[in-house]
């Protein structure tokens, strides 16, 4: 199988700058939950976006999933994304058209892949939803709710359940915890980690809050620290 991540010699500099990232070696097994810890402007979502196939690698190697990001296209990137990965924004983006039931379900509408998953682990896409849903303490009387009028926890955990549908392989997730108090924020994370330990899902989660670290099989403190 295949390592979740494996970076090597990878920089991206935007332009007229120094480089923002400069990872000589980084390798993540398979089910395996990285932390990467850095102040605001390091250049965290940067690596992330690289990750998810939103930005486009300038140099060095960035294999994602065992799929090389520099060599695919941008609609190829898209449907890796699409197909294999959970990505929950820093800010949720969220659909304010859909309820909260609608949003969660959106990747196994938009990738047959992910409704089919879900189909055969849990009966159908809502049956998971749903199931989600309780372990990440949604309550069910927001599910048909407009989502602007969840509170912020409840969106964020909105994002979670749509971020883990259909048993995608890898979790990126942007300050998920950043709108929360400590203890929500422990309670979300361990929430988290926990739920996509059971599906086998691996984790790549940035913030600035190293209380957040312990719980993670890697730890990055960026910058300042060798990545190895």
Not at 14 to 22: N, V
Not at 163 to 186: C, N, V, Y
Request: net charge neutral; with cysteine; hydrophobic share 45%.
């Amino acid at each position: 199988m295949h390592p979740a991540l494996r970076l090597s010699q990878l920089t991206h500099a935007w332009p007229g700058q120094a480089p923002l990232i400069d990872i000589p070696q980084l390798t993540l097994q398979q089910g395996q939950h990285l932390f990467i810890q850095g102040p605001s402007g390091c250049g965290k979502s940067t690596l992330l976006s690289l990750l998810a196939g939103v930005q486009q690698v300038q140099n060095g190697t960035c294999e994602v999933l065992g799929h090389d990001m520099a060599k695919l296209s941008s609609s190829q990137r898209d449907r890796l994304r699409g197909e294999h990965m959970g990505v929950i924004f820093q800010q949720f983006n969220l659909l304010p058209f859909l309820d909260a039931q609608a949003n969660a379900l959106l990747p196994t509408r938009l990738f047959p892949s992910r409704y089919q998953a879900a189909a055969a682990r849990w009966g159908s896409a809502s049956a998971q939803a749903q199931t989600l849903a309780t372990t990440l303490g949604l309550s069910a009387s927001v599910w048909h709710q407009a989502v602007h009028q969840l509170s912020v926890g409840q969106q964020q955990r909105v994002a979670a359940v749509r971020a883990l549908m259909g048993q995608p392989r890898l979790i990126i997730a942007d300050e998920p915890t950043s709108a929360l108090d400590d203890a929500r924020q422990l309670e979300f994370i361990d929430l988290l980690l926990n739920t996509a330990a059971e599906q086998g899902a691996s984790v790549v989660m940035v913030s600035h809050n190293a209380r957040l670290a312990e719980r993670f099989h890697q730890v990055h403190v960026w910058p300042g620290e060798q990545w190895a």
